[in-house]
């Protein structure tokens, strides 16, 4: 057995070892619960905690963890080791269901965006029984990691994975629906699936070290553009450094080992990104495993002397970060709904399931684009590796030109029914190939899913996940509201196509086929009345309307209260991010650039001054005196603006005016901040210029 099979999933508590530590009725129990989704039985928790920390205790575990992800990124923990005392007050080891079940951290210092007090301290984890447990390692210490939700006190959503299980079930309600008036009643459980590719970029340590920027704020805030960056496209898919490749298949190791199935890697675009993409998954657990995956990532560098950096932009000028996230539909029968195949009554799902998705877009393109909003994100979307913040959808030509036909059907007959099955029957031959890939979409089909290409590397793919789950049950109830109202002759499939034919129709405006690069597209989908978001606060004002509080309340994701103070918690993150930049630009400005500056004069001016000696005019010299006497002065001025702008920022009542400001007044400051600060760059000597250059981040490992 290879090396690889050998130590898959041994620090997971997966169902090999649930088998082995618990009875057959139990793990049966534990198992429904799993594939369901519905709370623990009470009655066997005590078991399932029990094996869990027989499991844990036996590899070397002593505490354990409710992992969280709350509002503000990334996830969180507080352990609790495995003692407790006895009648007599001896230690003993102790884990209990309760503890198992649900677990009590101080929510105080979490983000609420008001909707709790500081004071009011009380919240509540609660475990995901769908998503595996596992074993944290830090050296010879190992702790029970187990995935959990965050609610407050008063039941108030605190994290984000509660949207994304609550997605689920209004996705799986609402999929149902429309099979049963199909007349399939097979049908028992809907599955979600996903797979995020990574991209990230590694960065030697002692030069990521010399860039305060790159440290505090996970960016190059300034940096001159190098002589060879990505022009030549030599580095995507290029041969892999030894030190890469090393790090590369320890990472891969590690992840094998928590049950994570990574699969690919590569360079990417830029020198020194790389991408790693693993097997698809259900999707809770496919989002987990690419938290852990982040985590392990920036350890597993650490081991090589490398530094691996998950934000959107590190580097201006050269291909920026992102997370394609792979998603798909099916059910408990096995189907695929994206996946057409040679059953007309499949077929006829798949293309519901097309139109769904279609009237999800259509209506709420403008929160698919707000859900991915960040001030890391914003440096990417619209460039030339990244989609741009106007939400389209590519099918591809053969599904175009099926959508068109269907669209032009006029009256539904059972003929034309047949015909379009027929054309439907064989594209799984070619599904991959019906068309060549258009990688400049947001959200294109790729063969049997859909590729949502707009998440930020260092995201978190729940919220992708949520809004996608959510504009589907949207689309499927809106198409099971107009079947049922449809009052054609014929069948239910007959009624089916009579609504696909409008949809098709109304939702045309979403469709796009070309380059989602060129300036044409930007004017054609102002036309066609497609919202255009160019930073975060307009993308987060969004959420602010009623139309998107109807689709959290009528799904039952999240209530106008909840949704509110996500969004003040995510525009406090933008300002809160902002203004870390702007304060660490304006130290770096002042206390690396202008000192490196003046020494570069200082040399010139005593160079200048032996010249003179010797009897010469020493034109030259001064010159270029002058040049960076007046970078000296422009960057002086230039932090001067960006305090001033701060002000301003500081002063606006209300996030949303504050977010506004930031993104206007505080952006421009920086960026004429930095444009005097690069120009410095190429006047000062390579000795004396205190900041890693560009040519050293992307070359040297």
């Known amino acids: 057995m290879g090396t690889i099979i050998k130590k898959y999933g041994e620090l997971t508590f997966n169902k090999k070892v ?57 996830t969180a923990e507080k352990h609790d080791a495995f003692i407790s005392y006895d009648a007599e007050g001896e230690i003993y080891e102790h884990f209990s269901a309760q503890q198992l079940i649900q677990s009590e951290p101080d929510a105080s210092s979490f983000p609420s965006g008001g909707i709790r007090s500081t004071f009011e301290a009380r919240g509540y984890t609660a475990w995901d029984p769908t998503s595996p447990a596992f074993l944290l390692e830090a050296g010879d210490t190992r702790t029970l990691v187990i995935p959990s939700v ?92 030894g030190k890469v490749i090393q790090f590369m298949e320890k990472l891969d190791a590690e992840l094998y080992r928590r049950g994570i199935p990574a699969k690919t890697r590569h360079n990417e675009v830029s020198p020194n990104q790389f991408e790693i993409a693993p097997l698809y998954e259900e999707v809770n657990l496919a989002i987990d495993h690419n938290l852990q995956l982040m985590d392990i990532l920036k350890k597993v560098a650490e081991e090589f002397n490398m530094v691996g950096i998950l934000h959107e932009k590190p580097l201006a000028g050269v291909n920026g970060s992102g997370k394609h996230f792979n998603w798909s539909i099916g059910d408990n029968t096995g189907i695929n709904y994206f996946d057409p195949s040679g059953s007309p009554q499949r077929n006829i799902f798949f293309l519901l399931s097309l139109g769904a998705i279609m009237l999800g877009v259509h209506k709420y393109g403008g929160l698919l684009r707000g859900v991915v909003a960040d001030a890391g994100n914003d440096h990417r979307l619209g460039a030339n590796e990244a989609p741009p913040a106007i939400i389209s959808v ?52 790729t063969g049997n899913k859909f590729e949502f290409r707009a998440v930020g590397s260092s995201q978190n793919c729940s ?18 509201d107009r079947i049922a109202a ?60 009623d139309d998107a509080a109807h689709l959290y309340e009528d799904l039952e994701v999240l209530s106008r209260k909840e949704l509110h103070s996500k969004i003040d918690i995510k525009l ?68 001067s603006s960006l305090e001033k702008a701060m002000t301003v920022c500081e002063a606006k009542k209300g996030i949303l005016a504050a977010a506004r400001a930031y993104a206007a007044i505080g952006a421009f400051a920086l960026s004429k901040l930095r444009q005097s600060v690069d120009g410095a760059e190429e006047y000062v000597s390579d ?9 050293q981040l992307l070359l040297v490992l």
């Open 572 to 639: 406090e993150a933008y300002c809160k991010t902002k203004d870390i930049e702007f304060k660490t630009a304006i130290d770096i400005a002042k206390t690396y650039v202008l000192p490196a500056v003046a020494k570069q004069i200082n040399l010139l001016a005593e160079a200048q001054r032996g010249i003179k000696a010797a009897g010469s005019k020493a034109t030259g010299i001064a010159t270029d005196i002058k040049k960076l006497d007046k970078l000296y002065s422009d960057i002086a001025m230039s932090i």
């Open 150 to 241: 965050f609610l407050s006190w008063t039941g108030e959503v605190l994290d984000i994975k509660t949207p994304l299980l609550r997605s689920l079930k209004a996705l799986n309600d609402a999929a149902i629906r429309l099979q049963h008036i199909l007349g399939n009643k097979n049908v028992k459980r809907i599955k979600v699936f996903g797979g995020p590719e990574q991209e990230y970029f590694l960065f030697s340590k002692e030069l990521y070290e010399s860039r305060p920027d790159l440290v505090v704020c996970g960016r190059t805030l300034f940096g001159a553009p190098p002589a060879k960056g990505q022009q030549m496209e030599d580095h995507y898919f290029g041969s892999i450094k």
């Open 463 to 480: 919220e992708a996940a949520t809004m996608l789950n959510m504009i589907m049950a949207y689309g499927y109830n809106e198409l099971a």
């Open 18 to 74: 649930m088998r082995q530590k618990l009875s057959k009725e139990v793990y049966k129990q534990l198992i429904a619960t799993i594939e369901s989704g519905e709370p623990l039985v009470q009655s066997i928790a005590a078991d399932v905690a029990h094996a869990m920390k027989e499991w844990a205790i036996e590899n070397g575990a002593t505490h354990f963890t409710h992992w969280f992800q709350p509002q503000r990124g990334g």
């Open 687 to 695: 000795d004396l210029w205190p900041l890693a250059k560009y040519q």
């Open 486 to 545: 449809k009052k054609v002759k014929g069948d239910v499939k007959e009624k089916a196509f009579a609504v696909l034919e409008k949809v098709f129709k109304d939702t045309k405006c979403v469709r796009f086929e070309g380059n989602n690069y060129d300036e044409a597209w930007h004017k054609e989908a102002e036309k066609r009345g497609l919202p255009s978001t160019k930073n975060t606060p307009e993308a987060l004002e969004q959420f602010l309307t």
């Open 394 to 445: 590519y099918l591809g030509e053969y599904l175009n030109e099926l959508c068109n036909e269907i669209e032009g059907l006029g009256q539904v007959t059972e003929k034309k029914m047949s015909e379009i099955f027929l054309g439907v029957q064989d594209l799984p031959k070619v599904a991959k190939d019906t068309s060549d890939r258009n990688r400049t979409s947001p959200l294109a089909f």
